[in-house]
């Protein structure tokens, strides 16, 4: 069955950097896009980022342009998202979660994991 | 593209039919997915291509429309259906997720 298992959450200081990693397993990792999904506590969902299933042409938010960068190891199966330049608003909960196929939908979602841009 | 959500929120009995609309800014044809979460807990896919039901979701979740206009529809409400719900426009990026509809008990 899929899972996705995200890590790397934890507490950073304002203009700090951090890498999330999202370990993929259940499906044939290299043949799906992959996107990263953040919701701030108590608010809604904002989607991050999408990595093709070639690590080829991702796309972003525009809150996050320039600082954040999605990537992945189809050797490891695993998913990354670095972050630099963290700043109070980035405080969420960050979800991997799969494509249906390229781009078509999120089909499915990691459990999340927690990161805290304070000082 | 912004996408509208309403209501942001609503309560609702077991039994009852509930709706939930979200409007783009523009047209997206039927790139519009609906989306269930419960607290603590990640989002789980509900609908996607606008009314196309995800295997293992019930039938008593429907889902409607195309352009600019989409509904979710819940049928016969059932005590596990109590949660957040959220559309996702995925017509192009970046991909947009309306503000959500917290469905509570009356």
């Known amino acids: 069955q899929v899972q996705l298992v995200e890590s790397g959450g934890g507490v950073v200081q304002p203009g700090g950097s951090l890498r999330l990693s999202c370990a993929a397993s259940?499906?044939?990792?290299?043949?799906?896009?992959m996107h990263w999904v953040r919701q701030a506590p108590g608010k809604g969902l904002e989607w991050v980022a999408i990595?093709?299933?070639?690590?080829?042409?991702?796309h972003y938010t525009d809150s996050v342009k320039g600082r954040f960068s999605i990537s992945r190891d189809n050797s490891k199966n695993i998913l990354y998202l670095q972050m630099n330049s963290l700043g109070p608003e980035d405080t969420a909960f960050y979800y991997c979660?799969?494509?249906?196929?390229?781009?078509?939908?999120?089909?499915?979602w990691g459990p999340g994991t927690l990161v805290t841009v304070s000082s | 593209i912004q996408m509208t959500q309403s209501p942001s929120s609503l309560s609702a009995s077991v039994g009852d039919r509930v709706t939930i609309t979200c409007r783009a800014t523009q047209g997206i044809g039927k790139d519009l997915d609906w989306y269930q979460q419960k607290p603590g807990k990640a989002p789980k896919l509900l609908i996607y291509?606008?009314?196309s039901l995800q295997t293992g979701v019930p039938s008593r979740f429907s889902g409607t429309g195309s352009g600019t206009n989409f509904t979710l529809t819940i049928n016969n409400m059932q005590p596990e259906d109590f949660a957040t719900y959220y559309c996702l426009q995925d017509s192009s990026f970046p991909w947009t997720f309306g503000q959500g509809t917290k469905v509570d008990v009356k």
């Open positions: 990595v093709l299933f070639d690590g080829m042409t991702p």
């Open positions: 259940g499906f044939i990792f290299s043949s799906y896009g």
């Open positions: 291509g606008a009314s």
């Open positions: 979660a799969k494509d249906y196929s390229s781009t078509s939908y999120i089909d499915f």
